[in-house]
């Protein structure tokens, strides 16, 4: 106990001894991507760039603000949306300075002022939605939440150059359940209405084609008949198919039959005769 004591005694010390001897020199550097407020007698006098600088011990003081890019993770907050769903929504913000000489006198912590700040807009914003447009329009809301943010941010001297939504999570579980089963419910309907438009369109070809068959008499629909019979022929296994034939359809084919063996009779006998 005593040990750790005394070790934080020790720390302190050397951070005021620290902080003394940065007030007594009187060179500092700033480095390229920082700007250096000068500070004399508590008064503003200068914004220094990079480089070799020279300051008055404890006469000046020399506040460096970094110009870089910030990348902010908003931690995820619940929020009550317009339809009364619980849900919890993190962000995440990009911003940096652009004023150092507003943004070091302007406000203490801009840090901590943007990210408050955020976090406010974006709970404000988000409760006047429901949930369903929450998900269907987050890029735009996000535009309107960096709009927001930015209009105040610019009076203290900072950039808001991103402010994106992350994640948007249910927080009750019946309400996942809820939401999943109806997705369920959508994908089954979208895939019934393809179902149906797809038996119409064949529908309207069975019409067509009867159409065309009927109109092109009865031989066309014996030819689809005899097609039909070649595939039946095809299949393994025995087969008994009973088909309703139209005499006088049957009488042409056995008068075309008997023709033609008539014909093949007397081409063979001619080829004999000539040998």
């Known amino acids: 106990m005593r040990r750790a004591v005394y070790r934080g005694i020790l720390l302190k010390s050397c951070r005021k001894a620290c902080s003394i001897r940065q007030k007594r020199s009187f060179i500092t550097v700033v ?12 008064r503003l006098t ?19 603000m970094d110009m870089r890019t910030t990348v902010k993770e908003l931690k995820s907050q619940e929020i009550i949306t317009k339809d ?16 150092p000489q507003v943004a070091m006198l302007e406000v203490k912590d801009y ?31 996000s535009e309107d939440l960096e709009s927001s943010v930015a209009q105040i ?5 900072v950039k808001i150059e991103r402010v994106q939504m992350k994640n948007i999570d249910l927080v009750d579980p019946a309400m996942v359940r809820a939401m999943a ?12 209405t393809i179902r149906a438009e797809g038996e119409l369109e064949a529908a309207k070809k069975l019409v067509e084609a009867a159409a065309l068959i009927s109109s092109k008499g009865g031989v066309a629909l014996e030819l689809r008949r005899l097609q039909t019979l070649e ?5 393994r296994g025995q087969h008994t198919v009973v088909i309703p034939v139209n005499m006088g359809m049957a009488g042409a084919s056995v008068a075309m039959g008997a023709a033609m063996q008539r014909v093949y009779e007397e081409e063979d006998h001619d080829t004999k005769n000539r040998e």
């Open 31 to 42: 480095e390229q991507y920082q700007r250096g407020v000068t500070l004399t007698l508590g």
């Open 46 to 64: 200068s914004v220094k760039g990079p480089g070799i600088r020279l300051k008055l011990p404890f006469l000046q003081e020399m506040h460096k």
């Open 84 to 99: 009364n769903v619980a849900t919890a929504i993190s962000a995440v913000a990009y911003y940096r300075v652009e004023d």
């Open 111 to 141: 840090n901590q002022a943007i990210t408050e700040l955020i976090q406010t807009e974006l709970r404000d914003t988000l409760c006047q939605q429901d949930f369903n447009s929450i998900l269907n329009q987050r890029n735009k809301l």
């Open 153 to 157: 941010a610019k009076k203290w001297g």
């Open 181 to 192: 089963k109806e997705a369920e419910a959508s994908r089954e309907k979208i895939a019934a």
């Open 231 to 235: 595939k039946l022929g095809k299949e």
